[in-house]
């Protein structure tokens, strides 16, 4: 059974579509990457799957069932537009959220501790939320979306705001949760992220889905089109016909050939042109191409 | 019913603390204190009230009788006027007159008393505070008496005090109720207007409460978190209760500290200034619990209407237009009730405390003034408790769609369309 499962959808404001015949499957137990550009309808797609904005046409399942107000209370959810209780104290108010989410009153309070530490922020708990900073704001959020380990999780954008450590928690935590059993749906744009942490991934852009699946296969379709070349010496090599486009980094470059091209006819025409090569390596595209590949041709 | 009994203490615990609600709750037991306190105070320390006093008796013969009739005392006992002189006859009034004005200019003199020479003219009171109405009924009793003692003296007969034969007497008003006779000292009076103003602030303010309370969770988004948790109705069903408790606990404060004072006020009075009189009012129980009663319905039919308003807008600005929508008939009801007052029985009264809407107001007040025939009260509730149901119903339904709403104001054909949703 999928965790989530997509069919058809479509979603009109006025007379913006927003999205428009969007399918997409998740399934259970994986780490889901929702991509795409601003304004691709990547919140709007999620806002549905909440039933918070009612679809157009299509249907939209969550563990099987029709989404309902009910579908929704299965979810953790973190939404883009961050906003709790400001003039509440941070450990009440993750207890309130925690025992609404059917914890008891003892069991959420103690979570509560535990995940506080875990955030650094225990000294903040008698805090009132009004007095944190954004970042660690986001935290409490992410800890009011997660507290009651729900099956299916959505995070709308939840890196943002946070700084490398507390980044690196949260994609910590949401790997142990993926370890536990539990789906989880991600929205960014930090593609790194995306890249080191997700199963599958699915693109929107302009209201429709235009790349899903497992990324390692996404990732193997493309195949092995691209050389990284470290070297010294001339690079006149580099306007090889083979070379589709090439990306300049302080080291090195990064070529994209063309379709067909082969690899060891580069490697040839730098040797010929007397560069001195100290790494020559073929590389899988990354999802940061695939997305600007795909983004910017559609 | 956990998740709403979390939301009703949520609701109820965070307002409490709040310090809004610690002084709002104080204040009222405390200028109850501060002025029964102030009464007492100024009735100590009213020597200032001494009205010194000149009669210029023009007419001649009338002074020394007008100045024998204000004999009246002030609340500490002493005399309300001091009558320094009596100037008959003057040979050139107006330079006495002149004379007097720079005594009273000078703060030797508060007034003087002008008697025309001839009678059908105005006597005249000259005085620094006009202000004072307190000083004229008296005055002119005093006078009127001096009048009859001189015309009845030039129809051959004396009299040496015509308070005597003029002194009236006083009509005493008495209430009749189904529970026996109490005397009226304008208390019943006070206590309606009271009510009317507690009723119409507190129905308001509790609205208000709860419309800012949903729409508080509207602006800083906590909506969208609580939605992935509880049904929108669960959340209108532990808001408005949890509201209510805490205007049950500030009235439950106000009640009892206003009872002990109502009922202890003149030994406090007492305290403050030995030997002085405060007036013990007594509310009846029942009317207490009537009022009690129809606050708690208007409060469930009022703030369901301010929690849908509060849902269907996303900033302040827009709610403060839009609670017109629940604040029109509570204001109405302050443009009409002197109408109620003045005749609680007619016609206009019966109907207009009936309507759901007016009826928290309006029937306390007229149960309060006279008791209505218990078909009215029964009446009364029955409308309001079943428009208080069909108004959460549809409350609940703006709520349901409203409170996931962001951007552009609802227009009022649109609200009529979100009842119409399923």
Request: with cysteine.
């Given at each position: 059974?999928?965790?989530?499962s997509?069919?058809?959808?479509?979603?009109?404001?006025?007379?913006?579509?927003?999205?428009s015949?969007?399918?997409?499957?998740?399934?259970?137990?994986?780490?889901?990457?929702?991509?795409?550009?601003?304004?691709?309808?990547?919140?709007?797609?999620?806002?549905?799957?909440?039933?918070?904005?009612?679809?157009?046409?299509?249907?939209?399942?969550?563990?099987?069932?029709?989404?309902?107000?009910?579908?929704?209370?299965?979810?953790?959810?973190?939404?883009?537009?961050?906003?709790?209780?400001?003039?509440?104290?941070?450990?009440?108010l993750?207890?309130?959220?925690?025992a609404?989410?059917?914890?008891?009153?003892?069991?959420?309070d103690?979570r509560?501790?535990?995940?506080?530490?875990?955030?650094?922020?225990s000294?903040?708990?008698?805090k009132?939320?009004?007095d944190?900073?954004?970042?660690?704001?986001?935290?409490?959020?992410?800890?009011?979306?997660?507290?009651?380990?729900?099956?299916?999780?959505?995070?709308?954008?939840?890196?943002?705001?946070?700084?490398?450590?507390?980044?690196?928690?949260?994609?910590?935590?949401?790997?142990?949760?993926?370890?536990?059993?539990?789906?989880?749906?991600?929205?960014?744009?930090r593609?790194?992220?995306?890249?080191k942490?997700?199963?599958?991934?699915?693109?929107?852009?302009?209201?429709?889905?235009?790349?899903d699946?497992?990324?390692?296969?996404?990732?193997?379709?493309y195949?092995?089109?691209?050389?990284?070349?470290?070297?010294?010496g001339?690079?006149?090599?580099?306007?090889?016909?083979a070379?589709?486009?090439?990306?300049?980094f302080?080291?090195?470059?990064e070529?994209?050939?063309?379709?067909?091209?082969?690899?060891?006819?580069?490697?040839?025409?730098?040797?010929?042109?007397g560069?001195?090569?100290?790494?020559?390596?073929?590389?899988?595209?990354?999802?940061?191409d695939?997305?600007?590949?795909?983004?910017?041709?559609a | 019913?956990?998740?709403?009994?979390?939301?009703?203490?949520?609701?109820y615990?965070?307002?409490?603390?709040?310090?809004?609600?610690?002084?709002?709750?104080?204040i009222?037991?405390?200028?109850?204190?501060f002025?029964?306190a102030?009464?007492?105070?100024?009735?100590?320390?009213?020597?200032?009230?001494?009205v010194r006093?000149?009669?210029?008796?023009?007419?001649?013969?009338?002074?020394?009788?007008?100045a024998?009739?204000l004999n009246?005392?002030?609340?500490?006992?002493?005399?309300?006027?001091?009558?320094s002189?009596?100037?008959?006859?003057?040979?050139?009034?107006?330079?006495?007159q002149?004379?007097l004005?720079?005594?009273?200019n000078?703060?030797?003199?508060?007034a003087?008393?002008?008697?025309?020479?001839?009678?059908?003219?105005?006597?005249?009171?000259?005085?620094?505070?006009?202000?004072?109405?307190?000083?004229?009924?008296?005055?002119?009793a005093?006078?009127?008496?001096?009048?009859?003692e001189?015309?009845?003296?030039?129809?051959?007969?004396?009299?040496?005090?015509?308070?005597?034969?003029?002194r009236?007497?006083?009509?005493?008003?008495?209430?009749?109720?189904?529970?026996?006779?109490?005397?009226e000292?304008?208390?019943?009076?006070?206590?309606a207007?009271?009510?009317?103003?507690?009723?119409?602030?507190?129905?308001?303010?509790?609205?208000?409460?709860?419309?800012?309370?949903?729409?508080?969770?509207?602006?800083?988004?906590?909506?969208?978190?609580?939605?992935?948790?509880?049904?929108?109705?669960?959340?209108l069903?532990?808001?408005?209760?949890g509201?209510?408790?805490?205007?049950f606990t500030?009235?439950?404060?106000?009640?009892?500290?206003?009872?002990?004072?109502?009922?202890?006020?003149?030994?406090?009075?007492?305290?403050?200034s030995?030997?002085?009189?405060?007036?013990?009012?007594?509310?009846?129980?029942?009317?207490?619990?009537?009022?009690g009663f129809?606050?708690?319905?208007?409060?469930?039919l009022y703030?369901?209407?301010f929690?849908?308003?509060?849902?269907?807008c996303?900033t302040?600005q827009?709610?403060?237009?839009?609670?017109?929508?629940?604040?029109?008939?509570?204001?109405?009801?302050m443009?009409?009730?002197?109408?109620v007052?003045?005749?609680?029985?007619?016609?206009?009264s019966?109907?207009?405390?009936?309507?759901?809407?007016?009826?928290?107001?309006?029937?306390?007040?007229?149960?309060?003034?006279?008791?209505?025939?218990?078909?009215?009260e029964?009446?009364s509730v029955?409308?309001?408790l079943?428009?208080?149901?069909?108004?959460?119903?549809?409350?609940?339904?703006?709520?349901?769609?409203?409170?996931?709403?962001?951007?552009?104001?609802?227009?009022?054909?649109?609200?009529?369309?979100?009842?119409r949703?399923?």
């Open positions: 059974m999928d965790a989530i997509i069919e058809n959808v479509t979603k009109s404001y006025d007379a913006v579509t927003a999205v015949g969007v399918n997409l499957q998740v399934r259970e137990g994986a780490i889901l990457g929702l991509l795409g550009p601003n304004g691709a309808g990547k919140t709007t797609t999620i806002r549905m799957v909440m039933n918070i904005l009612v679809p157009d046409e299509g249907t939209i399942r969550v563990l099987g069932k029709p989404v309902s107000d009910k579908t929704r209370e299965i979810i953790g959810y973190l939404p883009e537009e961050r906003g709790l209780y400001p003039r509440m104290q941070v450990r009440s993750i207890v309130f959220l925690g609404l989410r059917g914890l008891s009153e003892a069991e959420a103690r509560a501790l535990e995940w506080l530490e875990r955030f650094e922020l000294e903040w708990a008698d009132k939320l009004v944190l900073s954004k970042g660690m704001q986001q935290k409490v959020q992410f800890i009011t979306a997660v507290i009651h380990r729900p099956p299916l999780v959505i995070l709308d954008e939840p890196f943002s705001g946070l700084d490398p450590v507390n980044a690196a928690t949260v994609k910590d935590i949401m790997l142990e949760m993926r370890s536990q059993g539990s789906t989880i749906v991600l929205s960014t744009h593609m790194e992220q995306v890249e942490m997700c199963d599958s991934i699915c693109l929107i852009n302009k209201g429709r889905n235009i790349l699946g497992e990324l390692r296969a996404i990732k193997q379709s195949g092995k089109n691209t050389v990284h070349i470290e070297f010294t001339p690079d006149t090599f580099l306007s090889d016909p070379i589709a486009s090439i990306n300049r302080g080291s090195g470059v070529a994209k050939l063309k379709p067909g091209a082969d690899p060891q006819q580069i490697l040839k025409a730098a040797i010929e042109v560069a001195q090569i100290n790494r020559f390596e073929l590389l899988e595209p990354s999802l940061n695939i997305f600007i590949e795909k983004t910017a041709h | 019913m956990r998740k709403i009994w979390l939301i009703v203490k949520r609701e615990i965070t307002r409490v603390k709040t310090k809004g609600f610690v002084i709002g709750t104080l009222v037991p405390l200028m109850g204190i002025s029964v102030l009464v007492a105070f100024l009735v100590r320390h009213s020597e200032d009230q001494n006093m000149v009669i210029v008796d023009n007419a001649g013969g009338l002074a020394a009788s007008t024998r009739s009246g005392a002030i609340a500490n006992g002493k005399p309300e006027f001091t009558i002189e009596s100037i008959e006859r003057p040979a050139s009034p107006d330079a006495v002149q004379g004005r720079a005594r009273i000078s703060g030797a003199l508060d003087y008393l002008v008697i025309p020479g001839d009678l059908s003219q105005p006597f005249e009171l000259h005085t620094r505070n006009p202000g004072n109405f307190a000083l004229l009924g008296p005055l002119t005093a006078v009127n008496q001096a009048l009859i001189a015309r009845l003296r030039a129809r051959g007969i004396h009299v040496d005090d015509v308070s005597e034969i003029a009236g007497a006083d009509l005493q008003v008495i209430k009749v109720t189904q529970s026996g006779e109490s005397v000292k304008g208390q019943t009076l006070g206590i207007i009271g009510l009317v103003i507690l009723l119409y602030m507190s129905l308001l303010m509790y609205g208000i409460i709860t419309m800012r309370s949903v729409l508080e969770e509207k602006t800083t988004r906590t909506m969208e978190v609580l939605i992935s948790s509880v049904q929108p109705f669960q959340l069903a532990g808001k408005i209760p509201v209510a408790g805490v205007a500030q009235f439950l404060i106000w009640t009892v500290s206003l009872g002990l004072l109502l009922s202890y006020g003149a030994v406090m009075a007492a305290m403050f030995p030997g002085s009189s405060f007036p013990a009012i007594h509310v009846p129980i029942s009317l207490l619990i009537w009022v129809f606050f708690f319905g208007g409060y469930f703030s369901a209407m929690a849908a308003i509060g849902s269907a996303s302040e827009d709610a403060a237009q839009l609670q017109w929508l629940a604040m029109g008939p509570l204001v109405f009801c443009v009409i009730y002197s109408l007052l003045n005749a609680p029985a007619s016609t206009a019966i109907v207009l405390s009936e309507i759901p809407f007016f009826a928290p107001v309006l029937m306390p007040l007229r149960i309060s003034i006279q008791t209505p025939p218990f078909w009215q029964a009446l029955v409308l309001l079943l428009t208080t149901v069909g108004v959460i119903y549809a409350s609940a339904k703006v709520y349901r769609i409203g409170v996931l709403m962001y951007g552009k104001r609802p227009t009022l054909p649109e609200l009529v369309r979100w009842l949703y399923s």
